[in-house]
C-alpha cells in the first residue's frame, strides 16, 4: 500500500480543520461530520483550541483511499502559531492551500504559498466556503493568478455560489492546456498540431502537479461537503505519494513533541529511510552547526542516544501500537527522553531551514503573587521544549522570565495554557521588539594564565570577525586542537555560542565568526600521598569563567550595530485617503517603495520597523473609512536609527563589567 503524508494549510478561518473533517467523513472513518463552533473536531483536541475554535497545535490523523494511506496533518493558520506550520512542510509529500471564497487571498496565504513554491512541496488548492453569502470564484481565480501564481489549473467550475445548493462541476478549463504547454515543449508542439488527447493532457496535468510546477484548483464546501469527493480524487491522482528505502539507514525527523499522561516525552517524527523497530537504540539531536572542521580546526557537534521503548503508528483514523515503522511513514515514538522538535533521527538529511520569521517580540512574564516561581519557570521550559523558536531568557537577580513571541494571540494562549495545565496565574509586561546586533570590524583580546589581573588558570584568545547574514555563528581554531584537553576547547566554544547571546547591547549576535588564537592551561598537579590538588590545575570552570570576559573585549574593540526586525509592507486604500496616510507611514518610519494606482484605489508597498505594526494596523481603520487593507510580514533586520538605540535589560552573569561579573560569579558557585 502506498503512502502519502499530505498537510491543510490555510489563512486562519478558511476552513482547514472543517475541511479535515469532511474528508474525514468521506473516507469513512468518522460517521458525523465534527464542528469547529461546536468543539467536536477530531483534530483540534486541546480544550484551548476547541474554546477559541483555532488550531493552535499540528493533529495527524489517517485514512485510506483504496490502495493509498493518507496521514493529514491540520494545521495552525493564524500567523502567532507559523512555527507549528514550519515543523510540518519539511514531512510533507503533498499539501492542500486552503482559500476562502468569501475572503479571497489573505496575507498568510500569499506567505505559505511563497514558503510551498520554494521548498517545491506540490500543492491543491481548494477554494472553501462557496456557499456562504458573498463567495465569489472568478475574482477569487484571479486573485490566486494575480498574488499567488500564475500556474493555476482550475479543475472545473462552481454553480449556485452562496447558496446551500453551491456545487462543483468537474472539467479542466480550456485555459489548463495553455497553462501546461508553457512548461512542457512537446506538449505545446502537440498543441499547436491540435494533435492532444484528453488523457495526454492528464497526464502532463499530474506531472506538472507533481514537480510543484502547476496548482490545480478546486472549489467546494466544507460545510455541504460540495467539491470534496472530486478534491480526494485529486489527492489520490495528482500527489505524488511517499517515497524510501525500507532497508537503507534510519533516517528521519522529528516535527512534534509532546508530554504523555506520565509526563514522558512523545515524538512525532517522519520517517524517510530504513526501519525503526521498538528496542532499537538510536542517535538524535539538532544538526548543522555552526562549527568549522578539518582545517579551520571546528570542533564536532554532539548528539545523543536513546532506545526507543514504544511506536504507534497511524492508520485508519488513529493511531496504534507496533513493533516498527517503515520509511515514509510517521509515528509517535516514546523512549528518547533528550529529544527536542527539529531533531535528526538517525542519518541526518539535509536540513531544510528556517522558512519563515523568528519570533520578533519579547515580554516579561509576570507570575501572581504567591505564584510558584520556579515552578513557572518549569512550565515555561516545557512549553519551549515544544516550540524550539518561542525562547526563553531567564534573570536569576531580578527573577524574572522573558519569552519570544509572534504575536497578541499567541500571548494569551501560552496565558491560558499555564492556568489550564499548570495552574499558574500570570500576566504579561508590554511586548517589544527583539533586536539583534552585527559586529562592525574586527576585535581580539587574550588573557594569559597567571598574569595580570586574571583569575582563571586558563590562557584564552578570541578574535571576532563579521559575518554574511544567515551564515550563523562560526567558531574556529588557529592553534593546535592537540595543545590542551579536547574537553577545554569545548567548554570554550559552549560558553563562546552561549554569551553571543548578549551582545554589548543586550542583543543577540546571530552571524559572526570567532577564532581561538591563544590556549594555554595548567597540567594537572599531584602532590606526594596527597592527590589531586584542584588550586593548581586547571579546570573546565576556569575556561567556562574567563571566555565571556575576553569575547566581550574582543566585541568591543570590533564595535556592534544594533539592528530592529523590519516588515514588508502592503497597504491598500482609497486614492483619496493617501493625503491622511502618507503622514502617518512617515511618523511610523514607514518607507513606501511602490505605489500602484488601479481606478480609485492604489496600493503601497514598502517596510515598516516590527515595532510600529501593531499602531498601523489600529490606526488604519480611522484612515481610510475603513476600507483599508495591510499586509505584514517579516523581511529583515535593518541597522536601528541612532540616537534612540534600543538596549535590552542583560540576564547574564554581565561580562560587561569585570568586577560585577566575578562577583556574580563567585556567588553562583558558592550557591
Known sequence: MHLLNLGILAHVDAGKTS?????????????????????????????????????????????????????????????????????????????????????GVQPQTRVLMRT?????????????????????????????SERLTAAVVPMGRAQGLGTRDACFVPGLAASALDVLADHDDDLLTAYIEDTVSYDRL???????????????????????????????????????????????????????????????KVAYARLFSGTLRTRDRIRFGAVGGSSDAGAAGGLDDTRA??????????????????ELVTAGRIARLWGLGDIRTGDALGEPRKAHGHHFAPPTLETVVVPADGADRRGLHRALTLLAEQDPLIDLRHDEVRQETYVSLYGEVQKEVVQATLADEFGLEVTFRETTPLCVERPVGSGAAVEFNKKDANPFLATVGLRVDPAPVGSGVAFRLEVELGSMPYAFFKAVEDTVRE????????????????TMTHSGYSPRQSHAHQGFDK???????????????????????AGTRVHEPMHRFRLAAPTDTLAAVLPVLSRLRAVPQTTETHG????????????????????????????????????????????????????????????????????????
Open 600 to 671: 480609485a484605489s492604489c496600493a503601497l508597498e514598502g517596510s515598516v520597523p516590527a515595532a510600529h505594526v501593531h499602531e498601523l494596523e489600529q490606526q488604519l481603520p480611522g484612515l481610510t473609512r475603513g476600507e483599508g487593507e495591510l499586509e505584514s510580514v517579516f523581511d529583515h533586520y535593518a541597522p536601528a536609527p541612532r540616537g534612540t538605540l534600543p538596549e535590552r535589560r542583560r540576564t547574564d552573569l554581565n561580562p560587561l563589567n569585570r568586577k560585577e561579573y566575578l562577583l556574580n560569579l563567585t556567588r553562583r558557585v558558592s550557591n
Open 535 to 557: 588550586s593548581m590545575s586547571s579546570t573546565g570552570h576556569d575556561f567556562r569563567g574567563l571566555t565571556p570576559l575576553v569575547l566581550i573585549e574582543a566585541l568591543r574593540r
Open 305 to 322: 542516544e536513546g532506545r526507543i521503548t514504544a511506536i504507534s503508528v497511524f492508520d485508519q483514523g488513529t493511531d496504534l501500537r507496533d
Open 116 to 144: 510551498l513554491q520554494r521548498l517545491r512541496i506540490p500543492t491543491l488548492v481548494f477554494v472553501n466556503k462557496i456557499d456562504r453569502r458573498g463567495a465569489r470564484s472568478d475574482a477569487v481565480l484571479q486573485a490566486l
Open 202 to 264: 492528464r497526464a502532463a496535468l499530474a506531472d506538472q502537479t507533481r514537480q510543484a510546477i502547476v496548482h490545480p484548483v478546486y472549489f467546494g464546501s466544507a460545510i455541504t461537503g460540495a467539491g470534496v469527493r472530486a478534491l480526494v480524487e485529486g489527492v489520490g491522482q495528482l500527489l505524488p505519494p511517499a517515497d524510501g528505502d525500507p532497508d537503507g539507514p534510519v533516517s528521519g525527523t522529528v516535527f512534534k513533541v509532546e508530554r504523555g499522561p506520565a509526563g514522558e
Open 499 to 514: 554569551t553571543l547571546g548578549q551582545g554589548l547591547h543586550g542583543w543577540q549576535i546571530p552571524d559572526c565568526t570567532v
Open 19 to 103: 475541511l479535515t473533517e469532511r474528508l474525514l467523513h468521506t473516507a469513512g472513518v468518522i460517521d458525523e461530520v465534527g464542528s469547529v463552533d461546536a468543539g467536536n473536531t477530531r483534530t483540534d483536541t486541546l480544550a484551548l483550541e476547541r474554546q477559541r475554535g483555532i488550531t493552535i497545535k499540528s493533529a495527524v490523523v489517517s485514512f485510506a483511499l483504496d490502495d493509498l494511506t493518507v496521514n493529514l496533518i491540520d494545521t495552525p493558520g493564524h500567523p502567532d502559531f507559523i512555527a507549528e506550520v514550519e515543523r510540518v512542510l519539511g514531512v510533507l509529500d503533498g499539501a492542500v492551500l486552503v482559500v476562502s471564497a468569501v475572503e
